[in-house]
């Protein structure tokens, strides 16, 4: 999916519009349709994209150049068997190769997830965060430390310090308690989402921990 760099809202809606002009006049552009999808994902609607994508499908030339997007979409949607048949369709560079493995460690399967990041040719702090995540999801704490600490303070988001909170749990716990609250401040909604996502596995290192004491 191509990143689009949010303006403030009122360019966006302005940019939204042209697309959509655009799309109107030449239906059979593939460009635009990427370009909106792109905008739409972005503001969070995976529902609109999709259908704009479906529709578009019927439309352009070569429907596999939008098979990236509609993936990122159905991703999104919780619909990973479908993510993933069209992820099988085209080139595994390093774009197919991420959404993959995020696909992968939605649907619980790690060591799969696991060996596409691993693939990937250049390790972004986006790539790092996800591999730190997929450690987690194996139980390697130290690894998964290891991997989010090399994510520049200044680049870590509120979950690369819920992650290295939770894999710091057992080893320092008045470090793991700073990471949280770094995490808490970034951003306080994912936090509270985190908070019930990662809740089994911070139960269990809460167990082993005091088994340590």
């Not at 019927?58 to 949607?77: I, K, R, W």
């Amino acid at each position: 999916m191509k990143k689009a760099n949010l303006p403030d809202q009122a360019k966006v809606d302005a940019i939204i519009h042209r697309l959509v002009t655009a799309i109107d006049a030449d239906p059979h552009a593939v460009e635009n349709y990427l370009q909106l999808s792109s905008y739409l994902l972005e503001r969070g609607s995976a529902d609109q994209a999709a259908k704009l994508l479906e529709e578009a499908q019927h439309l352009v030339a070569q429907p596999t150049m939008l098979s990236y997007n509609l993936a990122v979409c159905y991703y999104m949607q919780g619909k990973f068997d479908q993510a993933l048949q069209l992820l099988d369709q085209i080139p595994n560079d390093d774009l197919t190769l991420y959404q993959k493995a995020l696909v992968y460690l939605k649907l619980g399967q790690n060591q799969k997830a696991l060996a596409y990041a691993m693939t990937i040719k250049h390790s972004d702090n986006r790539v790092k965060e996800l591999l730190g995540d997929i450690w987690l999801a194996l139980g390697e704490l130290a690894t998964t430390r290891k991997e989010l600490l090399t994510i520049p303070p200044k680049a870590r988001s509120s979950k690369v310090y819920f992650l290295l909170a939770v894999a710091t749990l057992t080893q320092n716990r008045d470090q793991s308690h700073i990471y949280f609250k770094r995490s808490k401040a970034l951003d306080p909604k994912y936090y509270e989402r985190a908070g019930s996502q990662y809740q089994a596995i911070m139960q269990l290192l809460r167990k082993k921990g005091k088994q340590d004491d």
